[in-house]
Nanobody
């Protein structure tokens, strides 16, 4: 059974960078056929899709709030998804989750598109 585990979160000052990772369980076969995405949820707010990556290709999607600062990538040989976050802002403070669904999805930044989620990693940005 597929499992996801995020890592790389932490406390940073505004303007700093972080790279989040999401590792799929080692027994995952056909990882390249999975749509992958990053979501975040700040305290008291709804979960927000921030970046997504298509399966078996290089198509990426970003929310307007992070476009130009966040970069999603995947290494299918390592069954790992990444999120490079640059120029961090206090409003980026949130729990960050990765999510996956086998095959392509119609709404890459919608949480209802994904059926499997990791436990999350906390990102805290101080001003």
């Amino acid at each position: 059974q597929l499992h996801l585990v995020e890592s790389g979160g932490g406390s940073v000052q505004a303007g700093g960078s972080l790279r989040l990772s999401c590792a799929a369980s080692k027994d995952t076969s056909g990882y390249t056929w999975f749509s992958m995405a990053w979501f975040r949820q700040a305290q008291g707010k709804e979960r927000e899709g921030v970046a997504a990556h298509s399966p078996y290709g290089d198509q990426t999607y970003y929310s307007d709030s992070v476009k130009g600062r966040f970069a999603i990538s995947r290494d299918d040989a390592k069954n790992t998804l990444y999120l490079q976050i640059n120029n961090l802002k206090p409003e980026d403070t949130a729990m960050y989750y990765c999510a996956t669904q086998r095959g392509p999805v119609r709404a890459p930044l919608a949480d209802e598109s994904y059926s499997l989620w990791g436990p999350g990693t906390q990102v805290t940005v101080s001003s």
